[in-house]
Structures are given as structure tokens and as C-alpha cells.
Nanobody, 122 residues
Framework: QVRLLESGGGLVQAGDSLRLSCVASGRAFNSMGWFRQAPGKEREFVASITYSGSGKYYADSVKGRFTISRDNAKNTVYLQMNSLKSEDAAVYYC?????????????????WGQGTQVTVSS
């Protein structure tokens, strides 16, 4: 059974950093990524990474501040978030995709975690 389990969310102040982790069990995935959803908004793409780690993709809103990485030996993907802003506050979801091609649409991803809350106070 496939399961994605996120951790690392919390309450921080603007300008602080957080690192999210997501452990995948059941199988390895070609693509893993992070999405977020703020209250009243649609789920939006944040970042994704290929199996080798050579391909990394970011939403424009987080480029230069967030870094995605993965450790295949641990079947874990990370999201290092620096210089957090109030607009980064959301529930962050880990996602996995069987395909090797990257996609930013939430409907293109096959598996989802339950989400972890990130709150940023200004």
C-alpha cells in the first residue's frame, strides 16, 4: 500500500526557515513534489524533483527561497523553505507521480499525503 507521510510544518515568523519532509512507503516514484493550499484557494504547485534529482522545478513564487531535494535510499523528499513570507502560509502536501515527465497540475499526480500546516506570522 502506498503512503506518503509529511512532517516538519509549524508556526514560524516571517523571514524564518522550515524544512518539510515526506517519506514514501510502498514503492519508489519517478517524480515527487510539493503542493500547497491556502484557505479559499486552489491547490497550487510548489516544487518537484525527478528520481535522479537532476531535474528540479519550482513555482515562480518560491524560486530562490525554496529548495527541493530527495534521498532515494530513504525514499524521502524534502522541501527547505527559507525567507518565509506570510503568503507562504498553507497546508503543504507531498505528492508522487509514476511518470517521469514533470507536471504542475494537481490532477496529474497519482498519490498524496495528508498535508502539514505551515503558519507564518508577520
Amino acid at each position: 500500500q502506498v503512503r506518503l507521510l509529511e512532517s516538519g510544518g509549524g508556526l514560524v515568523q516571517a523571514g524564518d526557515s522550515l524544512r518539510l519532509s515526506c517519506v514514501a512507503s510502498g514503492r519508489a516514484f519517478n517524480s515527487m513534489g510539493w503542493f500547497r493550499q491556502a484557505p479559499g484557494k486552489e491547490r497550487e504547485f510548489v516544487a518537484s524533483i525527478t528520481y535522479s534529482g537532476s531535474g528540479k522545478y519550482y513555482a515562480d513564487s518560491v524560486k530562490g527561497r525554496f529548495t527541493i531535494s530527495r534521498d532515494n535510499a530513504k525514499n524521502t523528499v524534502y522541501l527547505q523553505m527559507n525567507s518565509l513570507k506570510s503568503e507562504d502560509a498553507a497546508v503543504y502536501y507531498c505528492a508522487a507521480r509514476r511518470s517521469t515527465t514533470q507536471a504542475t497540475g494537481a490532477s496529474m499526480w497519482d498519490y498524496w499525503g495528508q498535508g502539514t500546516q505551515v503558519t507564518v506570522s508577520s
